[in-house]
């Protein structure tokens, strides 16, 4: 029982990005803890019989609560108790392990191992987000490191002075919830044990703080999507800025594009993979729109600009074909040619 393995790390992946989601993964780990519970189940339930055979030879009798070998089951559930307070705490610290083994600081680059599962960052206006969100994945990683404690609740604590479990307690009626006394609140009530869940549950956090982390530094580029193009476009254009001036603008946002685009796709942290694809398309493709917004706002003040200059050279030649007749007149067809 104590050298079980109820946290088996997962096959390497296949191809490069071939990482499980946090479902997959979730789901990997249960299938092979509850296989493991399953066999030590079925070995614990043969040590009764064994006992049973014992005070056969002993005292004659196969009961399961000889008093002559109440100090021997005594001896047994003490050993069973132990064997299981090891399985949990192996479980956990087999849990530190795999997730160290993600994290750069703790692992050798040469035996740094792929993340665990990954998630998917995202624009959604207007905010950057992940899918799963964070708070689900803490929920599952809470709920795996809290399940290797539940691997001990299907283990039956027996009668006082015996070697058979005890049934299922009715406290006030048929209806309630029945009360059954394993070796669960024992196990859970070890200080060691709690120490190394609360090592575990720290290791998590400081991965979900730098997931987290990831996605607040995608504020500084939040200003392409929430600033309204149209409004600071318009006072931009007020100014009537020069052709230099939008150049300029035009230059700056599209090397913010270009700049997007070639910045990693994945990030990994730790044990979780940031998958950045739909992020990455989406912030480029606002800068790439105020690309566009920009090359409108300057083809609309050119269009007045020419329209402007049009009107003007239509008056010079409506000026310089005048016939003059009178000093005046021959004065203005003179300043249109001055």
């Known amino acids: ?38 066999e030590l189940l079925h070995k614990y339930r043969t040590i009764a019989p064994l006992l049973g055979k014992i005070e056969e030879a002993v005292a004659g009798t196969n009961t399961g609560r000889s008093p002559q070998l109440k100090e021997y089951y005594y001896y ?28 750069q600081k703790k692992c050798l680059a040469s035996l740094l191992k792929p993340p665990l599962f990954k998630i998917q960052a995202m624009l959604s206006h207007p905010e950057v987000v992940v899918q799963p969100p964070m708070n689900e994945v803490t929920k599952f990683l809470s709920r795996l ?16 002075g015996t070697c058979l479990e005890t049934p299922e307690q009715h406290v006030n009626n048929e209806d309630d919830e029945p009360v059954v006394f394993t070796f669960y609140w024992d196990v859970a009530a070890n200080p060691a044990v709690i120490k190394t869940m609360l090592a575990l549950n720290h290791v998590i956090q400081k991965t979900i703080s730098g997931v987290n982390r990831f996605t607040e ?17 318009d006072k931009f254009a007020a100014r009537l800025p020069s052709c230099s001036e939008f150049e300029e603008k035009l230059a700056r946002y599209k090397k913010m594009a270009n700049e997007i685009w070639d910045s990693p796709k994945d990030k990994d942290v730790d044990f979780v993979r940031i998958s950045s694809h739909s992020l990455v398309a989406s ?4 800068a790439l729109q105020w690309v566009y917004a920009i ?12 329209a402007s200059l049009k009107q003007q050279i239509a008056d010079y030649n409506q000026g310089l074909h005048a016939q003059p007749d009178t000093l005046e007149d021959l004065k203005a067809v003179l300043n249109v040619i001055t």
């Open 76 to 103: 047994w559930e003490k050993a069973i108790f132990g064997s299981l307070n090891k399985m949990v705490l192996n479980g956990m610290n087999c849990f530190i392990d795999m997730l160290h083994k993600r994290n």
């Open 295 to 306: 090359g409108k706002v300057m083809n609309d003040v050119d269009k007045v600009k020419l």
């Open 1 to 38: 029982i104590a050298g079980a393995r109820t946290v088996v790390e997962p096959p390497p992946p296949k191809a490069e990005g071939d990482i499980m989601d946090l479902q997959e993964f979730y789901e990997f780990i249960e299938r092979n803890r509850l296989e493991a519970v399953e």
């Open 145 to 160: 490191v809290r399940n290797l404690m539940e691997c001990t609740r299907p283990f039956v604590r027996w009668m006082d």
């Open 283 to 286: 912030v480029r493709d606002e």
């Open 217 to 233: 530094s995608w504020r500084k580029q939040q200003h392409l999507w929430k600033q309204d193009k149209n409004s600071v476009l």
